[in-house]
């Protein structure tokens, strides 16, 4: 049980492009999704906490503007990337809380390239 | 100073070695830990998860959780090659707050 799924796994995209990437939850509901960004050899950085039905909270220093979330159901989230650059290429993993729990359940992760 | 502290290695060990992991934290309000393996290019996989002090056990995976010395551990015994991951700790104070998380320990069990 507890399995997150990415879609796509990976992509690459022309700068200046959009990239929308997909988070859900399979086999539980999730009230609170997250997304983060993992650069080489680093541990994850948070970007931004996304709860079913209302605003993200973005992390300081995240621009809200270029990486849009919506969590659209208690199984879906998605995160946006607008006018994408090369230096917005990096490993982006999204994870899940199931209702009542604090743990938390991460993507395989989304590998972002752009060219 | 670090809310949590973790020592990167990278650490290697023989096969059969029982590895020992460690993370220290400074935020007394830390209730809830995990601890995640990450391997090349995946998402993290939850191994452990333990609430407030104390130990647990999981096949080959032992948690423990000392709240006094603010100091958590993971024991892995018998350890395999396909071990060999960054293993990372993490915690939170509960109520659907962000988990922080401590810098990974890479680990390579060789034949």
């Known amino acids: 049980g507890a399995v997150v799924s990415q879609h796509p796994s990976w992509v690459i995209c022309k700068s200046g492009t959009s990239v929308k990437i997909e988070c859900r939850s399979l086999?539980?509901?999730?009230?609170?999704m997250f997304w983060y960004r993992q650069f080489p050899k680093q541990s994850l950085m948070l970007m931004a906490t996304?709860?079913?039905?209302?605003?993200?909270?973005?992390e300081q220093g995240v621009e809200k503007d270029k990486f849009l979330i919506n969590h659209a159901s208690l199984t879906l989230s998605t995160l946006t990337v607008t006018s994408a650059h090369p230096e917005d290429s990096s490993f982006y993993i999204c994870?899940?809380?199931?209702?009542?729990?604090?743990?938390?359940?991460f993507g395989p992760g989304t590998r972002l390239t752009v060219t | 100073q670090k809310e949590v502290e973790q020592d990167p290695g990278p650490l290697s060990v023989p096969e059969g070695a029982i590895v020992s992991l460690n993370c220290t934290y400074s935020?007394?309000?830390?209730?809830?830990f995990m601890w995640y393996r990450q391997y090349s290019r995946k998402g993290p996989e939850l191994l452990m998860y333990?609430?407030?002090?104390g130990n647990k056990e999981d096949g080959r995976f032992t948690a423990q959780v000392d709240k006094s010395s603010k100091y958590i551990s993971l024991f892995i015994r018998d350890s395999q090659p396909s071990d060999s991951a960054t293993y990372l700790c993490?915690?939170?104070?509960?109520?659907?707050?962000?988990?922080?998380f401590g810098a990974g320990t890479r680990l390579a069990v060789h034949p």
């Open positions: 996304s709860n079913e039905g209302s605003k993200a909270t973005y």
């Open positions: 935020n007394s309000a830390f209730q809830y």
């Open positions: 333990t609430y407030s002090s």
């Open positions: 993490a915690m939170n104070p509960g109520g659907y707050n962000k988990l922080i």
């Open positions: 086999d539980f509901q999730a009230t609170t």
């Open positions: 994870s899940a809380s199931p209702w009542g729990s604090y743990e938390q359940y």
